[in-house]
């Protein structure tokens, strides 16, 4: 019998994901050592960076890698760049990363890593620096079997180019394997860019249609205007035929009823840095935004955004969870007695690493798949992935997030049993 255990820690992201993880294990009956060793990461590095800035200070800066299971496969998780990064949200990401590489069958664990810092208040050699020093301090405890990182909130492909470039140096030869999202030009993979979106809009698909609902000319709002949730709005367009009517990013929301083009509204965000102020659009609040009468909402932002708070008056029919861990546990019972289609971000948003996963492939060969291969091999993986989840969750007469759940912890559970950690 597991017992219930108190919340470790005050952050939400964190005690979400060992509420979810105990929910999971109590359906499945988990033998009590597998649990606890899934509830801690196995482990974890703290890092100082010392960064010379542009005039002339150094500039000391707190830093993670989290390496939460490889029983499956090496650790797999991106980096993020944020002022209010902590090692307790890392931590539930990187135990996210173990669930979601289950969920999708890749031969992945789960990692996270993350510099608490402003980027946008950083010059371009700073943030060079920066991530180069972060690379310098981990690189024994990365590599492309050990962990293998990618881009995440306010990381790109530019700064995954300098990290390969420096692990390369540090091992004096060509190492671009140990990370992925990285730029084409140096082993990245075509159609990594908008692979986390379109992994979400083939999962609407599937939703819609298991719903039977026709997505197209449906309303849908995207909190949160950068990788994932800009490329969901050009493919909930060009893949499904819907009608975005409101965006946000972090400096403000915006609303139009007959739906925002794609083209236009990207370019208002390069000249502006900012989807707010765009042409006949007028400015809401982010709680109307996630309240808004749509088919679809897509959280595309940060974590914890949806709560028992909110979630009462949240109109949308589907949930697509772009972003990892937007929606509390107390949320989602609400939510799925209210009948809302959750499709858990576990699943959702799996495309990103599932395509960084065909990334690694690719490098280890040396040999570059088309795009149109990358896209139909992605299409197949969310396919199979969506289907067992919906399957569970019939058997077991579960929500979706727990049925991916049970999927992932019974394949990692399998893994430590046959490596005899339990
Ligand atoms: P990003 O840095 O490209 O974009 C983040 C966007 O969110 C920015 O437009 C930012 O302005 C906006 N934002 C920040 N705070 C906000 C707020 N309070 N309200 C509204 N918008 C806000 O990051 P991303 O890569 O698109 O990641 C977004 C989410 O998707 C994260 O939760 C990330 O973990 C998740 N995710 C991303 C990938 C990927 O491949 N990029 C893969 C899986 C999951």
């Known amino acids: 019998m597991l017992m219930k255990q108190s919340p470790l820690s005050e952050n939400i992201s964190y005690n979400t994901s060992q509420t979810q993880l105990e929910e999971a294990a ?20 703290h890092i100082t960076i010392a960064v ?21 496969g090496p650790n797999k998780g991106g980096i993020r760049f944020h002022p209010d990064e902590t ?37 371009t050699g700073e943030l060079e620096r920066l991530s180069r020093a972060y690379i310098r301090q981990l690189g024994s405890f990365l590599g492309p079997e050990k962990d293998i990182p990618a881009p995440d909130v306010y990381t790109t492909p530019q700064i995954m180019g300098w990290i390969a470039d420096e692990y390369s140096i540090m091992q004096g030869k060509n ?32 939703a819609a249609e298991t ?55 990207m370019e208002h965000k390069k000249t502006t840095g900012s989807v707010s102020g765009f042409p006949e659009s007028a400015a809401i609040s982010d709680k109307e935004l996630l309240e808004l009468d749509v088919t679809v909402l897509f959280p595309a932002a940060l974590d914890s955004v949806i709560t028992e708070t ?49 990334e690694m492939v690719q490098n280890s060969y040396g040999y570059f798949w088309e795009e149109e291969q990358v896209q ?35 394949r990692v559970a399998e893994a430590m049993k046959l490596r005899g950690w339990y």
């Open 26 to 45: 109590a359906i499945i009956k988990l033998d009590p050592a597998a649990f606890e060793l899934l509830r801690h990461p196995l482990r974890e590095l």
């Open 52 to 72: 010379k800035m542009d005039n002339g200070s150094t500039k000391i800066f707190q830093g993670f890698r989290v390496q939460h299971n490889d029983a499956r």
């Open 87 to 123: 090692i307790d949200t890392i931590r539930a990401l990187a135990s996210w990363m173990t669930w979601k590489t289950a969920v999708m069958d890749l031969p992945l664990g789960g990692g996270k890593g993350g510099i608490i810092c402003n980027p946008k208040a950083m010059s």
């Open 175 to 206: 190492s671009f394997g140990v990370i992925t999202g990285k730029p084409l030009a140096l082993g990245g993979s075509a159609g990594r860019g908008d692979a986390t979106a379109r992994g979400g809009i083939y999962c609407v698909r599937d």
């Open 211 to 265: 719903l039977g609902l026709n997505p197209a000319g449906e309303r849908a709002a995207i909190q949160g205007y950068g990788n994932a949730g800009s490329f969901a709005h050009k493919l909930a367009l060009e893949l499904l035929g819907m009608k975005v009517i409101a965006v946000s990013d972090s400096k403000g929301c915006i609303y139009n009823p007959d739906g925002f083009l794609y083209d236009a509204l």
């Open 310 to 358: 909110n979630a009462p008056d949240i109109r949308a029919k589907i949930i697509a969870e772009l972003a990892n861990g937007p929606t509390t546990p107390e949320a989602d019972s609400i939510l799925y007695n209210k009948g809302v289609y959750i499709i858990p971000d576990l699943l959702c948003n799996a495309g990103g690493v599932t395509v960084s996963y065909f």
């Open 376 to 410: 139909q091999r992605l299409e197949k993986k969310m396919k199979t992935a969506f289907m067992e989840v919906q399957q569970t969750s019939q058997t077991y007469k579960v929500h979706n997030r727990l049925a991916a759940y049970i999927v992932a912890v019974k």
